[in-house]
């Protein structure tokens, strides 16, 4: 997910429990300009 998405990793971190994997260390995405790009994911049972 991109980093200026807020909206969307907003959504993901406070309706659906993710967390960012590398909130400090972002990975540029050469297809879109090297647009940061973060890591989420949420604990499963």
Known sequence: MYQANARAVGLYANKC???A????????????NNEPFII????LA
Do not use: C, E, H, Y
């Open 40 to 43: 989420m994911a949420r604990k």
């Open 17 to 19: 429990g993710f967390v």
């Open 21 to 32: 994997l590398n909130p400090n260390n972002p990975i540029p995405d050469p297809s879109q």
